[in-house]
């Protein structure tokens, strides 16, 4: 069966720098894309950004351009979302969730990997 | 003015129909987008329902029940999802989505009550 993975919860300082990845399984992993969407304490859902990993494009929310660093490991089928110069505003609930390319079919979802940034 | 625009509640009576809005900015026509609707429950990942362009280009995610639909209205530049015969498990948040200027974008969020 399908599943995606995320690694644990993170705490960090304003300023640094975080990576969570999503571990992915049951399916063949360069079939289909990744996006990260991440959600603030009571708050909607914002899309952070996407990746194929089988061309290794990518594409990125404008208010993250120069933050964000969206990769892959085909050979451990794991996604990766790194996000830089972190803010107290970066404090969230960050979701992989796969989609078949050029489809907003967003059909299986990472678990979630609470962020704090906190001083 | 927000790309996407969703009530922020809606309540309605076991056994009736919700109609759920995602309003598209003035000069954004609906009849263009694919729009795609998500349920969320508190503490879970959001669930993909379905997939809404016109009758003929229109997806239902796997499992999930006939009686949520999506339409549009065209009049009020607007996507729509119907969920009929509500059930107290529908009470969630519910959250629209269309892929515009290379980015996915999501509306605000709908939380529906069953009360």
């Known amino acids: 069966q399908v599943q995606l993975v995320q690694s644990g919860a993170e705490v960090k300082k304003p300023g640094a720098s975080v990576k969570v990845s999503c571990k992915a399984s049951?399916?063949?992993?360069?079939?289909?894309?990744f996006n990260w969407v991440r959600q603030a304490t009571g708050q909607g859902l914002e899309w952070v950004g996407w990746?194929?990993?089988?061309?290794?494009?990518?594409g990125y929310a404008q208010k993250f351009q120069g933050r964000i660093t969206i990769t892959s490991d085909t050979s451990i089928t794991t996604a990766y979302m790194e996000l830089s110069s972190l803010r107290s505003e970066d404090t969230a609930v960050y979701y992989c969730?796969?989609?078949?390319?050029?489809?907003?079919?967003?059909?299986?979802w990472g678990q979630g990997t609470p962020v704090t940034v906190s001083s | 003015q927000a790309v996407l625009t969703q009530p922020a509640s809606l309540s309605a009576s076991p056994g009736a129909s919700a109609s759920l809005t995602c309003t598209l900015r003035?000069?954004?026509?609906?009849?263009?987008?694919?729009v795609y609707w998500f349920q969320q429950k508190p503490g879970s990942p959001p669930q993909y329902l379905l997939r809404?362009?016109?009758?003929?280009?229109?997806?239902?995610g796997s499992g999930v029940p006939s009686r949520f639909s999506g339409s549009k209205d065209a009049s009020a530049n607007a996507g729509i999802l119907l969920i009929s015969g509500l059930q107290s498990d529908d009470e969630a948040d519910y959250y629209c989505?269309?892929?515009?200027?290379?980015?996915?974008?999501f509306g605000g969020g709908t939380k529906l009550t069953v009360l």
């Open positions: 969730a796969r989609n078949a390319p050029s489809s907003g079919i967003f059909d299986y």
């Open positions: 049951g399916y063949t992993f360069t079939s289909y894309d």
């Open positions: 990746m194929s990993p089988n061309s290794g494009n990518t």
């Open positions: 003035s000069g954004i026509n609906v009849g263009t987008y694919r």
């Open positions: 809404y362009n016109s009758d003929s280009d229109k997806h239902q």
């Open positions: 989505m269309i892929w515009h200027s290379s980015a996915w974008v």
